[in-house]
Structure formats: C-alpha cells, structure tokens
C-alpha cells in the first residue's frame, strides 16, 4: 500500500510542474529514443541481410578443390604444386552415386552457356536469344527466375537428354504476339550459332528478370530483344558434342531439395562422401565453402558496430541522469516544509527518501517509454524511406527483401536502464531529503 502511495505522490508531483517535467525527461527520451532507433536499424538490417541472402541462394554450398599442400612438401617446407589432371576432377558418376546415397536431399547446381541462337516466330521473324543448359537446381537456387506457368527442366530432363525448353514471357509476347498465350507445349526451332538447329517443347515460362531490364537498350526494337532460354544440362552438353564425363568446373555448387533438413549434417554428409572419393588422391581434395559463415561474419561486425554507437548515444543517458538529479534537488528545496510535515506526523526517513526515489523512477520510466516508442517510430519511419527508395530501383526488388524488426532485448534493457538512472541520480536528493531537520523543515519558508 505504502509503495503504491509513493507512486501516487510521484505522478500527482509530475502532473502539478508538467513542462518543467518534460523538460527534464528530454534527456533521457533523446537517449532512449537514439538507442532503440540504432538497435531496431541494426536488428533490421541483419535480418535484411538473411532474408535477402536465403533468395539469392542462401541455401546452396560450394565444393571446392583444394590442393594438398601439407602432403607434397620436401624436407625444407616446400610443396611441390601439380596442376590438376582429368582423374583429380569432379566426375558425373560421382554425382549419380550421391544422387543414389542420399536420394532427393541434394540439387546440383550447374550451367554450361552455349551462347547466341536464333528462333523464328509465327510470322517469319527472327529472335535472339541466348541459351543456357541448366539443371534443376540452378533454376531453383537462382531467385531472380520466377516461373509463371508450367515447369521448370528437372532430372528427368537431364538424365533423358530431353529437348524441354524454358522460356521468358517477353519470349512468349515475341513469339506468340501476346503475353497471355498459352505457350506451355508449344514447340520451336532453335538455331544454336555454330552447333545445330533443332526443335524444342516449352515446357515452362518464367518471368524475364528486371535486373537484365537494366542492360537492355532502352531505345531497341522490342522485337530486337535478346532474351534467355534454359534447356537441359546434360541436353547442352550433347548438343556441344561434349562427350567428356569429367566436370571442368572449377567447384560444383549443391542446394537442399529440403529446407527443413539440418544444413551442418548435409555439409558433413557432402564432406565425408567426397572425402571418401579422394582419399587415395596425393595432390588434390575437397573443401566445403559455405556462405553462411559469411553471413555470419557480417552478423558479427554488425553487432559489434550497434552496440558501439549504441553505448556512444547511451551517453546522452548520463546528461539527463544529471539533469533529473538536478530537477529533484530543486523539488526537495520546493517541499521542505511539506517533508518537514511528514517527519513531524511519523514518517521515517526511509519512507521520504523511498518517495524520491520513486519519483525520480516515474520521471525516467516514463522519459524511457516515450524514448522507446520514438525510437520504433523512426526505425519504421526510415525502414518506409528505404522502401520508397527500393521502389525507385524495381529492378533489385526480387533480391532485397526489407524487414523492419524492433529488438524486444534493447527494448526491455533501455526501459530497465532508464530506472536505474532514476535510482541512481534520484538516490542524492532523496538521501539528502531525508536527513532534513523535521523543526528546520517545518521553519523553511
């Protein structure tokens, strides 16, 4: 009940001098409100960074060759370097065999550019295209690939050598006219410059990146456009007449079929299974590059950068702890005769210096809320800016994906911090209140 009187002493006294009251609060509401602003940026933008790092193939993984340096040195420390060789390469029977160990976990992402090509539309005209064979799961981890109707290649492409084509939508309006006709099943011919010219089925079309929007000569013929056309890895390689079964990539890139597996067990899956193929390889092996510790150590810089400007802001913090120890040195002169009134009827000295106390804990509790509340006001404020900017540059919008998020722990610690301030500043005035003389007190004018 005491404790409860003291907070109703605390508000009426802020309530009777409210602008000498906000006025004292500022300090700690500029501390407050630049903390939360600064945490809520920061929050924001590594959850900015994740979200926009998981579209662009956040869950793919690289592996790598990597030369066996501590195995091929001399007596004096120096290796001996040997290029690779076809037997130290990647080989697709290799591929088909972890394919067939852990069926349906991982995608091979891989592509093979067989450069410009010509296909004829309906009224003769020609096109320009540029062709890729791709696998499923190049397409699946490439995000700026949106399909809009039927399918993309798969496996079973790949694995037939089958002539399925993936076209754009600007393709289809070229091709076809109009961008609404139904071009899933259609066939064309496609003249691949220098290699062959053969016929395809479209089998899905995907929306035509507006990244390569930005490369297109805004003045061309539409017509004159040159858009992209995906068929079968294994289809391309045929077509290239490339017989060899070795990769000449200089690392395979995987992704997870399944999103909801455990990454670091299919890395040490991916490891122990190559580590495995080229355990009796002297010169070369494998090592796992995942992009994830990159993200990780941008995490980390982020987090060191926040709390730094975070600790330099939360030094406005101090100036008005000064500032409300100074604001009740003023109220306990104000009300020396009403403390004297209240030692004369009984009141100890704990429970004078317990009522600044908390009043000095309302004055920056309540500083700390508004600071609070401002400070999620302007992290949203300019995460709106930053969206009205984004919306200027369509273009990057299918790889950077905004997320406002307030940190629910810099939140509860500045609110926590705000009230030691009130304890800690308010504990002066409130000692010295009361050890106030009760007859002097009572004789202050």
């Given amino acids: 009940m005491f404790f409860f009187e003291n907070i109703r002493l605390a508000i009426a006294s802020l309530r009777s001098n409210k602008m000498r ?8 509401i500029i501390g407050i409100s630049a903390v939360i602003t600064i945490t809520t940026l920061g929050n924001s933008l590594k959850k900015t960074l994740s979200n926009s790092f998981n579209k662009l193939g956040g869950q793919t993984f690289d592996v790598e060759y990597r030369f066996k340096q501590e195995e091929n040195q001399d007596e004096d420390g120096v290796y001996q ?9 990647i080989t697709d029977d290799m591929l088909k065999e972890l394919e067939a160990k852990y069926p349906g976990r991982y ?16 009224k003769g005209d020609k096109l320009n295209v540029s062709i890729s064979g791709v696998t499923e799961g190049y397409i699946k981890s490439a995000s700026i690939y949106k399909m809009l109707s039927g399918r993309t290649v798969n496996n079973d492409d790949d694995n037939g050598r089958k002539h399925s084509i993936i076209v754009s939508d600007i393709f289809v309006k070229q091709y076809f006219g109009h961008e609404d ?41 539409f017509m004159d456009r040159e858009t992209p056309v995906m068929i079968p890895y294994e289809t391309a390689k045929k077509l290239n007449r490339s017989n060899e079964s070795n990769s000449r990539d200089w690392y395979i890139t995987f992704m997870l079929n399944d999103m909801s597996m455990d990454r670091d067990q299919a890395l040490r899956d991916i490891e122990r299974f190559f580590n495995e193929k080229y355990r009796n390889n002297k010169y070369w092996g494998i090592e796992i590059y995942d992009p994830q510790n990159e993200l990780g150590i941008v995490n980390k810089v982020l987090n060191i ?36 009134v209240r030692k004369a009827l009984g009141a100890k000295k704990r429970h004078i210096k317990t009522q600044f106390i908390v ?23 300019i995460g709106y800016i ?60």
Wanted: include cysteine; hydrophobic fraction near 50%.
């Fill in 359 to 381: 009043e000095a804990i309302i004055l920056c509790l309540i500083g700390g809320i508004i600071g609070v509340l401002l400070g999620i006001f302007n992290g949203y404020l």
């Fill in 181 to 221: 006709a139904n071009a899933v099943g259609s066939d064309i011919s496609l003249d691949i410059t220098g290699l062959c010219d053969t016929d395809f089925t479209i089998v899905g079309v995907f929306k035509f990146p507006k990244i390569l929007e930005k490369y297109m000569q805004s003045t061309s013929n």
């Fill in 21 to 28: 009251a906000i006025l004292t609060m500022l300090g700690i």
């Fill in 107 to 122: 995608l091979v992402s891989r592509s093979n550019d067989l450069g410009a090509g010509t296909v004829k539309n309906k």
């Fill in 386 to 445: 930053a969206r009205y900017a984004l919306g200027q540059m369509p273009e990057y919008q299918d790889f950077v994906a905004l997320s406002i998020q307030p940190s629910l722990n810099a939140i509860l610690l500045s609110l926590g911090f705000s009230m030691l301030i009130g304890v800690f500043f308010g504990s002066y005035p409130a000692g010295k209140a009361a050890k106030l003389d009760p007859i002097e007190a009572l004789r202050y004018e």
């Fill in 305 to 340: 950068v926040t709390l730094v400007i975070s600790i330099i802001a939360a030094i406005s913090l101090l100036v008005g702890g000064i500032g409300v120890m100074n604001i009740m040195l003023v109220s306990i002169t104000e009300r020396t005769r009403e403390i004297g």
């Fill in 81 to 89: 370097y040997r290029p690779m060789e076809e037997d130290d390469y």
